[in-house]
């Protein structure tokens, strides 16, 4: 490709591998979060509400979408949002042209990551980005500073980056 | 010294005449009382014309299925003599549990129309609901069943906690296991401090 080339890492460790992403997310951990769904059902007595079609996630920078969610609230600390589950189809997007796919995600808002898990594939849409595409099993995505980490998964034991030099 | 024995009759002819007026007033009364149906309204004014009977600042106290209290305000309330059982209200005000209960709610808004014998009123025009737990939810018109507990929003609707904002189209919420499903919700999450 014109003016493009791509190295190939292919990178083993102790299993799991693990592969620091060369790029950071935009991440805005201090935003409001906003969700919504074609239909939310809010269950009081199991401190959470379930997400149903076209799902979707939004805090300033970083959004993800997901046919369904479930956000887990604490009681204890006045139903403040504790973790947000996505599952099927999930799909993370960041103000600088970064598409990450996965089959389910873990938002701890607590802790301040965003776990992906299971196919998990990062596409760079940014022609001025470092990274090009990466895949693994696994992404933890540090909401604080945008770092992310991604892994594989213990059998195969590697992790794939595509840089763009 | 003997007393006049036409004075005394003329004071309890007088007697007898506020007497008879009195028995007459509380009858009418006690006629008109038992029109709003089981009787459990009380008001400050009554007033009853061919159409139907109207009531000032009417209250009912009662009990529902579940064995809450409840207690209906209206700065008035209109019976309709057609269906006995329905009442057309300004400015109603509804509590349902007590002061202490975790679910207790209250329900304000412009008019609303009340059906005694299914329990259900429909409130309309800037409805606002609050529940314990500093949960207000504010929609143009709100179903509210007041044996059950169980309610249905017509958006655009807001419910407002220290923690979330919901913004739906329609919501539907049952007492019983205390669920809400919002149809086309957006849920805004407050982090600590954000209002």
């Known amino acids: 490709m014109r003016g493009l080339a791509i190295l190939l890492f292919s990178l083993f460790f102790a299993t799991p591998a ?17 969700v919504s769904g074609q239909t939310i059902i ?19 920078d970083l959004s993800m979408t997901a046919t369904t969610m479930t956000i887990i609230f604490n009681p204890k600390q006045g139903d403040q949002a504790q973790d ?19 089959d389910e995600a873990h938002y701890n808002v607590a802790a301040e990551t965003l776990e992906l898990t299971g196919n998990v594939r990062v596409e760079n849409h940014n022609p001025d980005a470092q990274l090009g595409t990466a895949q693994g099993q696994r992404l933890m ?6 770092t992310s980490q991604i892994y ?14 | 010294m003997a007393s006049d024995p036409t004075h005394h009759s003329r004071r309890v002819r007088r007697l007898r005449q506020v007497m008879f007026v009195s028995a007459l007033a509380l009858l009418a009364l006690i006629l008109l009382w038992s029109s709003f149906g089981s009787g459990a309204w009380f008001g400050a004014r009554v007033t009853s014309g061919p159409a139907q009977a109207e009531m ?5 106290r009662g009990k529902n299925q579940q064995g809450k209290p409840y207690v209906l305000r209206a700065q008035v309330l209109r019976q309709r003599l057609e269906t006995t059982s329905i009442y057309d209200m300004q400015a109603p005000d509804i509590e349902l ?17 009340y059906d005694q014998q299914t329990g259900n009123i429909v409130l309309s025009g800037e409805v606002e609901l609050r529940q314990t737990g500093d949960r207000i939810i504010r929609a143009p018109e709100v179903d509210f069943n007041m044996q059950s507990g169980d309610f249905i929003v017509q958006g655009p609707l807001q419910m407002r906690s220290p923690a979330r904002l919901i913004s739906a189209d329609l919501l539907t919420s049952t007492a019983n296991n205390k669920t809400h499903e919002f149809t086309n919700g957006v ?9």
């Open chain 2, 97 to 113: 549990g007590t002061r202490r209960a975790k679910d207790r709610i209250q329900a304000q808004a412009q008019s609303g129309v």
């Open chain 1, 141 to 146: 995505i540090n909401m604080r500073d945008g």
């Open chain 2, 56 to 60: 000032i600042d009417a209250v009912m």
């Open chain 1, 42 to 60: 809010l269950q009081e007595l199991k401190n959470r509400a379930l997400l149903n079609g076209n799902a979707k996630l939004l805090q300033g």
């Open chain 1, 18 to 34: 693990t592969a620091q992403s060369p790029t950071r997310f935009a991440t805005s951990p201090d935003a409001p979060i906003v």
């Open chain 2, 187 to 195: 849920i805004t999450l407050f982090a600590k401090g954000q209002k």
């Open chain 1, 152 to 165: 594989s998964n213990a059998g195969s034991g590697r992790a794939r980056i595509q840089l763009k030099p």
């Open chain 1, 84 to 102: 947000v589950f996505a599952s099927n189809g999930v799909s993370v997007v960041d103000v600088k042209g970064q598409i990450s796919h996965a």
